[in-house]
């Protein structure tokens, strides 16, 4: 039995497990895409007048309660136009969330989280149940699913290759990475990497950043050398992280990830969804060859977020959905996660 564990931002955002003692700042999560602007963030990168006017924009959303990917798009069709300033902005923003990231993005209180516990569940299941594959794709950007595939199964996450290798779980972060970044088309010479934000900001026609190719490990500077003096040459590199569009989706992970995980989806056989929107129309349409009767669990926190899941994931072909707005925390908690993969019902 082949199962696929898909977690959006509300499986990070409340991953913290209720019965965790530990003295973490329970506000250092990761956020969700309505406080990923939140001025609490500030002083995480230098700002400029790019980043001031992108900020306000998104602050307006927030405050007006519009959808933060609507804004987004709005951003994006001035800089379509012709808008130099909004395609700068567009980019300070990229740099913003990766400093929010980089902040947040490995919490984890004490290793004990809701993640931990969920593929604790899933590796027993394997071990005793008959439960083979345990394929995990998300669009966070966080790393509270190595952390947790590290302790569970004991397997690093050190390079690209380590997301597939292992015969038990796999993992696909469709949406990039806080520790990838994205080579661009931009040779300069700098003294220090933090050098790179202000300069590529002022300059985005001239950073295009190079078909499907990444580095693993978020630097802003690859093929660079520190200098003992002076400046080095090095290839500019953007935070490999996929903003949140509403109109427009494209996956910031290596192709040959895509394609891997094409090939398996048609072998699915259980479906979990923790925390997930279903606004990625392109996994939407990849979902479309995972068989439609195939027992398919939706974890939310509100009613509203639940329906629009399972509207969503209609769309992608899925027929036999069980849902809670239990949330996360609960549904582990009380072992639903245990009951649907053996399936029994879940509440």
Not at 186 to 213: G, M, N, Q, W
Not at 267 to 284: N, Q, T
Request: proline share 5%; glycine share 8%; with cysteine.
């Amino acid at each position: 039995m082949s199962l696929l564990l898909v977690a959006g931002a509300g499986a990070s955002n409340d991953s913290r497990f209720a019965g965790a003692d530990d003295a973490q700042d329970h506000d250092a999560k990761p956020p969700l895409a309505k406080e990923l602007f939140s001025a609490s963030y500030s002083g995480v990168l230098r700002p400029n007048r790019h980043l001031d006017g992108a900020l306000l924009h998104m602050r307006r959303a927030v405050a007006n309660r519009e959808d933060i990917e609507e804004a987004m798009d709005r951003l994006q069709l001035d800089a379509e136009a012709g808008d130099q300033e909004r395609e700068k902005q567009l980019l300070a923003l990229r740099f913003w969330v990766h400093a929010v990231m980089g902040r947040v993005g490995s919490w984890a209180p004490s290793g004990l989280t809701n993640h931990f516990l969920l593929l604790d569940i899933l590796r027993s299941k394997q071990a005793i149940a008959g439960l083979d594959d345990v394929m995990v794709v998300t669009f966070n950007w966080d790393l509270l699913m190595e952390r947790a595939i590290e302790s569970v199964y004991e397997h690093e996450i050190a390079g690209f290759e380590d997301y597939l290798s292992h015969d038990q779980i796999r993992l696909w972060k469709l949406h990039g990475s806080v520790d990838w970044s994205h080579p661009t088309s931009l040779v300069h010479a700098f003294p220090h990497p933090k050098h790179v934000y202000p300069l590529v900001i002022e300059r985005p026609s001239e950073a295009i950043p190079l078909e499907d190719t990444f580095h693993f490990g978020g630097h802003y500077l690859v093929e660079w050398q520190q200098p003992q003096e002076g400046e080095s040459p090095g290839r500019v590199a953007l935070p490999a992280l996929a903003l949140p569009f509403k109109s427009k989706h494209w996956f910031e992970c290596p192709s040959i990830h895509v394609d891997d995980l094409r090939l398996r989806l048609p072998g699915v056989d259980r479906v979990i969804v923790i925390g997930w929107a279903g606004g990625e129309r392109g996994f939407l349409d990849m979902l479309k060859s995972v068989k439609p009767e195939v027992p398919t669990m939706v974890v939310g926190n509100t009613e509203e977020g639940v329906r629009r899941t399972v509207a969503a994931l209609g769309q992608g072909g899925l027929r036999n959905i069980r849902a809670t707005r239990a949330g996360f925390s609960e549904a582990v908690k009380t072992h639903a996660f245990a009951r649907f993969v053996d399936g029994e019902p879940i509440t």
